[in-house]
């Protein structure tokens, strides 16, 4: 794949940053699905920009509960460099859930049931996120999702914006 300034990819993640600067996110997550040559490689890795504190942050959150689903040795939360992290005006992080390549992660990913694990693990670090940093992640009036006991009422506006992966 041509990742020049003017190929398909590159319009793709300037489109991301488009739709992220007019829907203003207080957190701009985006997910993923990790591949490896080395099918040994397990985990959820969540990248953050080096330069942004917030997005550090929000990163071990996601990190601490998707660890709990997909325990593995590859789990942590890296900066890196990438396009959606370094041209993003919001705090944001980019999830690899696991690695399509080791049968444990891919079970998790491909499996009903494990997808739900992976949402919710996602829901309660937001939450989490919002009680601990209000100003990071703030609630909305037109979602309340059921959460786990103590966390009903909560709000958090998700907002999904299919397209294609960046690695």
Avoid: W
């Avoid at 701009?28 to 080096?50: E, I, T």
């Avoid at 494990?114 to 979602?143: C, I, M, N, T, Y």
């Amino acid at each position: 794949m041509s990742a020049g300034p003017g190929s398909r990819y590159h319009r793709d993640l300037r489109t991301r940053m488009a739709v992220a600067r007019r829907l203003g996110p207080d957190l701009y997550v985006s997910l993923h699905a990790n591949a490896s040559r080395h099918p040994q490689m397990n985990g959820a890795v969540v990248f953050y920009h080096p330069g942004r504190a917030d997005g550090r942050r929000a990163a071990q959150r996601i990190l601490q509960e998707l660890a709990q689903v997909v325990p593995g040795n590859q789990n942590a939360a890296l900066p890196a460099d990438l396009f959606v992290l370094r041209e993003n005006p919001y705090p944001a992080v980019l999830v690899e859930l696991g690695f399509l390549t080791h049968p444990r992660d891919r079970g998790i990913l491909t499996d009903p049931d494990g997808q739900k694990s992976l949402a919710g693990a996602l829901f309660r670090a937001l939450v989490r996120l919002h009680a601990q940093e209000p100003a990071l992640v703030q609630p909305a009036p037109d979602l309340t999702p059921a959460g786990p006991p103590g966390e009903q009422g909560r709000r958090v506006d998700l907002r999904l914006c299919p397209t294609h992966g960046e690695p």
